[in-house]
Nanobody, 126 residues
Framework: QVQLVESGGGSVQAGGSLRLSCAASGDTGKSNYMGWFRQAQGKEREGVAGIYSGGGRTYYADSVKGRFTISQGNAKNTVYLQMNNLKPEDTGMYYC???????????????????WGQGTQVTVSS
């Protein structure tokens, strides 16, 4: 099994920054992809960013391009999401995800996800 634990969420003013962390443990070797999803109240969960463990190729939702950066730690068991210039519409529960992503899996969808973290709340006020 894989365990994912998120941290770094909080409340910030619009224009501020947060850095989310996801620590993976357990049988992580079978996963080749990790990413972040978010869900606002009353809305469906959506993909935010993703990264391959080996090559470092990244994906970003159009709504966060230029503002968010996903990266992986040296040990390959930690993934970060640096969020800059936050907007109120970024508010939501952010979930870390890990799994096996094939080239035909759209990174913004949940087809590849095998494991979920519990989530960390991000609130951006005006």
């Amino acid at each position: 099994q894989v365990q994912l634990v998120e941290s770094g969420g909080g409340s910030v003013q619009a224009g501020g920054s947060l850095r989310l962390s996801c620590a993976a443990s357990g049988d992580t070797g079978k996963s080749n992809y990790m990413g972040w999803f978010r869900q606002a109240q009353g809305k469906e969960r959506e993909g935010v960013a993703g990264i391959y463990s080996g090559g470092g190729r990244t994906y970003y939702a159009d709504s966060v391009k230029g503002r968010f950066t996903i990266s992986q730690g040296n040990a390959k068991n930690t993934v970060y999401l640096q969020m800059n210039n936050l907007k109120p519409e970024d508010t939501g529960m952010y979930y870390c995800a890990a799994g096996i992503r094939a080239p035909w899996h759209p990174p913004g969808r949940e087809d590849w996800v095998g494991h979920w973290g519990q989530g960390t709340q991000v609130t951006v006020s005006s």
